[in-house]
């Protein structure tokens, strides 16, 4: 059982490059999440999938795209990356999008944009 | 919307001493209330949660935190830390946003170091 998994772990892309973050977990959950993290800011939700088959914009969702692939993966796109995404990047997994589930994270992935 | 605001960015206390960590929030109603904590290299962890009831809360690894609405706190307390507990943590308010619908705010986090 490893929980929720992301790759890569570190990333430095250039100005205008594009990438997919990728996240799965093996613990059967209907809801995912995508936040940044960033110095001082604490986090802050990107996109979430309540469900398989939906997904919502965050606090921060300009710049990224979401894909629900199935109830295990959930990836996030940049399709041109700026500076200002330098960040790093978790994803969680709750059973259900309610406060009463608690949110499982991800190791996260450290992306540098140059 | 909601905020919350943890005055202290980083904290240092010696091992066997007793910690507090506070967290202050802003919100029309009852919020629900978190603490995470973060390990280096790590994502986050949950470490107790409050939704109603008994306001003062138990946790996972000795941790403890007092619900305060006249005070809009949410602080988190540990008699006796330990090294391992170096780490940062985050506290987060989550209210209410609609049918279906809710996102966590998160905190910007106090670091916390332990002297041996």
């Known amino acids: 059982n490893a929980g929720v998994t992301q790759t890569p772990k570190f990333q430095v892309l250039k100005t205008g490059q594009s990438m997919t973050l990728q996240c799965a977990q093996d613990m059967n959950h209907n809801s995912m999440y995508w936040y940044r993290q960033d110095p001082g800011m604490g986090l802050r939700l990107i996109y979430y999938?309540?469900?398989?088959?939906?997904?919502d914009k965050g606090e921060v969702p300009n710049g990224y795209n979401v894909s629900r692939l199935n109830k295990r993966e959930f990836s996030l796109r940049l399709e041109s990356a700026a500076p200002s995404q330098t960040s790093v990047y978790f994803c969680a997994s709750s059973p259900s999008h309610s406060y009463y589930n608690e949110q499982f994270f991800g190791p996260g992935t450290r992306l540098t944009v140059l | 919307a909601q905020s919350v605001t943890q005055p202290d960015i980083h904290i240092t206390v010696s091992e066997g001493a007793s910690l507090e960590l506070r967290c202050n929030y802003s919100?029309?109603?009852?919020?629900?209330l978190f603490w995470y904590v973060q390990s280096p290299g790590q994502g986050l962890q949950l470490l107790l949660k409050y939704f109603s009831g008994d306001t003062l809360v138990q946790g996972i690894k000795g941790f403890e935190a007092e619900f305060k609405r006249s005070q809009s706190s949410f602080n988190l307390r540990k008699p006796s830390v330990h090294w391992s507990d170096a780490a940062e943590y985050f506290c987060?308010?989550?209210?209410?946003?609609?049918?279906?619908?809710?996102?966590?705010?998160f905190g910007k986090g106090t670091k916390l170091s332990v002297i041996p």
């Open positions: 999938s309540a469900s398989e088959g939906t997904t």
């Open positions: 919100y029309g109603a009852t919020p629900y």
């Open positions: 987060a308010v989550g209210p209410y946003s609609g049918a279906g619908s809710y996102q966590l705010t």
